[in-house]
């Protein structure tokens, strides 16, 4: 990178000019596709020019970090597990590639997504999510509840994945924290032989977080503007 900096420099670009810049090589067994610093400029890409490579690292300048998967162990949606990195199969920060946007939470940090343009849920309703990957949506195009001192739920719907059944039929909920740090996809369908691809919460079911109170219900998708009714309830509800 620093050999690629100054051999632009010498040639009239000095990178201290442009907001971001990519140093791009012949692949080499440096055991990675490409790389980036987090919340500044400078991206390698190693052998790998495709947009997908490419608009990852160039997230990681803008300032986010990866979209995980938050993998459990006891059968549960969100109980013991393990981070799987880049195990978001529906962001570009994860494995999703370049139809798939960034999660709201990443955007909400990028001011691509302002205040305006999501809903922080403070009492139970029924809420329109539009597509979070549509830039004409003008309805809000993800929602907040937050869950504790650290983290939030961000509810979603994309209308990109026509060829996944849940994410067209479904809800998608991650977990977006209060640092800057990887997110937590959650896959409602915990150890089914489909692994994340259906995570989201179909039409109809409800994922309840008994801890925190928290209960979240799609109940409808609709077709002009194309979106996802969300049910949100708050409370302990016996039975």
């Known amino acids: 990178l620093t050999d690629g900096e100054a051999l632009a420099r010498a040639a009239g670009f000095d990178s201290a000019s442009y907001n971001l810049f990519i140093v791009a090589f012949p692949g080499m067994s440096f055991g990675y596709s490409g790389k980036a610093r987090v919340g500044r400029a400078g991206v390698w890409l190693n052998g790998s020019f495709g947009s997908s490579v490419t608009a990852h690292e160039l997230g990681h300048n803008y300032g986010v970090h990866h979209a995980n998967l938050w993998q459990t162990t006891d059968g549960t949606v969100i109980g013991t597990g393990a981070n799987v990195e880049y195990g978001n199969l529906f962001d570009v920060m994860g494995r999703g590639g370049t139809r798939a946007q960034p999660i709201g939470w990443f955007k909400s940090r990028l001011d691509w997504l302002l205040p305006a343009a999501y809903t922080t849920v403070s009492a139970d309703g029924t809420f329109q999510v539009q597509p979070i990957d549509d830039p004409a949506a003008a309805g809000p195009r993800a929602l907040k509840i937050v869950k504790d001192a650290t983290r939030s739920y961000w509810v979603e719907f994309r209308q990109l994945y026509t060829t996944n059944r849940w994410a ?69 509800f016996p039975g």
Do not use: E, Q
């Open 168 to 236: 067209s039929n479904g809800a998608m909920l991650n977990w977006g924290y209060n640092n800057n740090t990887g997110s937590h996809l959650l896959d409602m369908t915990p150890g089914s032989s489909n692994g994340a691809n259906d995570a989201p919460l179909l039409v109809g079911r409800t994922f309840s977080d008994t801890a925190s109170g928290i209960h979240i219900t799609p109940v409808a998708r609709s077709a002009s503007p194309p979106g996802m009714d969300v049910v949100v309830k708050r409370g302990s």
